[in-house]
């Protein structure tokens, strides 16, 4: 059994068990529910993870998590800001430099 990706909550781990499911990989989910053990570990160790069951399968789940947040960061491609032109990331509602709300995120 070999961990394949974690990431700080269990939301953001949803479409990477997605897309082991439509590959049939069996897989498991550590920390889903984040017990009273933060602070006493290294953080990251709570963090929710997929481990994948078969290490027959360990690589292609690796590939195919890789691809899937590859596709999640070209979800959103960073906006340029249509009131003083600056490049703002994807996450970003509001101009970082400006506070010009860009329409195109609403
Ligand atoms: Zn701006």
Known sequence: MKKVYQCSNTLELQPFIETLKRLDIKHLIKNEYISGAIGEL??????????????????????ACRATETDINSDKPDWDCSHCGETNHASFEFCWQCEHLDSQQL
């Open 42 to 63: 290294p953080f990251t160790e709570a963090w929710p993870q997929i481990w994948v069951l078969n290490d027959n399968d360990v690589a292609e789940a690796k590939a």
